[in-house]
């Protein structure tokens, strides 16, 4: 496509049906260890966005837009068949050998999500807060992970974090999906940030007590 002509926008097949709570491409080397054809230019064409409607979806725009997922978020037994999925919120992407996604969702179950074998689990549930009334507005419990990412060590480990309106920044060990250390923060007061305090922690420490 010539730099000065206008793309065309076009819709995917299978969008969500709620609204988008996140959007990325996964890099390039995705496409290969998932065995899908490429770009001549190996930029990414993978989409995944998760959103308010509680799935995660992986689009191939190289392919005209391919579904290549669409899962939801697994249930508790004890749910009944009825209960609409917890939306999702956020989500992280994990490139080793294989393609993993982590999801946050707003209940504050933490999702493990396998790519390749599109196998998905609950990993974690973020810590229930101790405040956040006005997250029952949004039809929610007081539980909710917000955002999530992934951190690397110093030392060549790899953590999770997530936070949520608990007002704590909790840390996971991704290779046994068990909690290492909450952070605990300031009390949340809305659910819209606009300015405020921040707080920094240095996650390159490897002795987590001294945080």
């Known amino acids: 496509m010539d730099q000065s002509e206008t793309p065309h926008p076009r819709s995917l097949p299978s969008p969500p049906t709620d609204g988008i709570t996140s959007l990325s491409y996964l890099p390039s080397t995705a496409s290969l260890l998932l065995g899908l054809e490429s770009s001549q230019n190996n930029r990414p064409t993978l989409l ?18 391919k579904i290549i997922a669409n899962v939801s978020v697994p249930r508790d037994d004890a749910e009944a068949p009825t209960v609409a999925p917890s939306p999702v919120l956020d989500h992280c992407v994990v490139i080793r050998s294989d393609v993993t996604v982590y999801a946050s969702c707003l209940d504050g179950r933490i999702v493990r999500y396998d790519v390749r074998s599109n196998g998905a689990r609950v990993a974690a549930n973020h810590p229930s807060p101790s405040h956040a009334p006005a ?27 997530t936070g949520g309106w608990d007002g704590r920044a909790v840390v996971w060990d991704m290779g046994g999906d068990t909690l290492v250390k909450a952070l605990e923060g300031e009390q949340v ?10 707080h920094t922690y240095n996650l390159r420490l490897r002795n987590f007590q001294a945080l």
Do not use: M, N, Y
């Open 48 to 65: 995944l966005s998760t959103s308010w409607d509680g799935r995660i979806r992986l689009h191939d725009t190289f392919q005209q837009g």
């Open 189 to 198: 007061l809305g659910l819209i940030p606009s300015g405020g305090r921040r």
């Open 135 to 161: 997250l029952k507005e949004l039809g929610g419990t007081e539980t909710g992970a917000k955002c999530i990412c992934t951190v690397a060590g110093t030392d060549g480990s790899e953590w999770l974090v």
